[in-house]
């Protein structure tokens, strides 16, 4: 799978830098693979949820050991993924991502 803009990931291992070795493991895992529907991607990442936000809805990942949440547009049919957000868990509870 392709990922769009790493940029957000690296900005936010500025700021956090205890989330760097956990965003590049993250980054390299959704590289190597292969994903055709949540129910794959569930297989390599099992904290991954669908969340109906939006039309598409987004997908969230925790990174880090549940400190760290990755929201992510996929689109399964062109093999890439959108970064959204990159947020802890107390930002990812507050909710305001969804706006």
Known sequence: MHLISRKPLAEFSKIHSD???P???WFKAIER???ANLVELKASFASVDYLP???HGLY???VGGNKYR???SIHFNRQRLYVR???THAE???GEWRK
């Open 92 to 94: 990812y509870s507050k």
């Open 60 to 62: 969230v990942f925790n």
């Open 53 to 55: 936000v939006g039309q």
């Open 70 to 72: 990755i929201v992510a």
């Open 33 to 35: 693979g292969t994903f």
């Open 23 to 25: 965003m590049r493991n």
């Open 85 to 87: 957000n990159v947020l």
């Open 19 to 21: 989330a760097e070795a």
